[in-house]
């Protein structure tokens, strides 16, 4: 059984910065594509970004220079480090893991499982 235990989400102001974490318990870790998205209130899940097989990284637009997407694989970890943080990147951030099978999708659809997701709301 694969689960997906998200933390470190919170209130912040404008500008501020905020770390997401996703733990995952079994299977490989290191096989995983790792991705997170996220849903704001009234709109569908959105891409945010994914990593895969050590450093490799993809950013939705709206995401890219702020966020950035890292792995532990000793802790079976992936991080979401987010800067520069905006009102409209308020929602509720999930983790989600799928086997890397030599592609990488930014579909929600490609992915078995998540995480319970977690609240970031920043304040302007």
């Known amino acids: 059984q694969v689960q997906l235990v998200e933390s470190g989400g919170g209130l912040v102001q404008t500008g501020d910065s905020l770390r997401l974490s996703c733990t995952v318990s079994?299977?490989?870790?290191?096989?995983?594509?790792m991705a997170w998205f996220r849903q704001a209130p009234g709109k569908e899940r959105e891409f945010v970004g994914i990593?895969?097989?050590?450093?490799?990284?993809v950013y939705a637009d709206s995401v890219k220079g702020r966020f950035t997407t890292s792995r532990d694989n000793a802790k079976n970890t992936v991080y979401l480090q987010m800067n520069s943080l905006k009102p409209e990147d308020t929602a509720v951030y999930y983790c989600?893991?799928?086997?890397?099978?030599?592609?990488?999708?930014?579909?929600?659809?490609?992915?078995?499982?998540w995480g319970q997701g977690t609240q970031v709301t920043v304040s302007s």
């Open positions: 079994g299977g490989t870790f290191s096989n995983y594509v």
């Open positions: 989600a893991a799928d086997v890397y099978s030599g592609s990488v999708y930014r579909s929600m659809g490609r992915y078995a499982y």
């Open positions: 990593s895969w097989s050590g450093f490799n990284t």
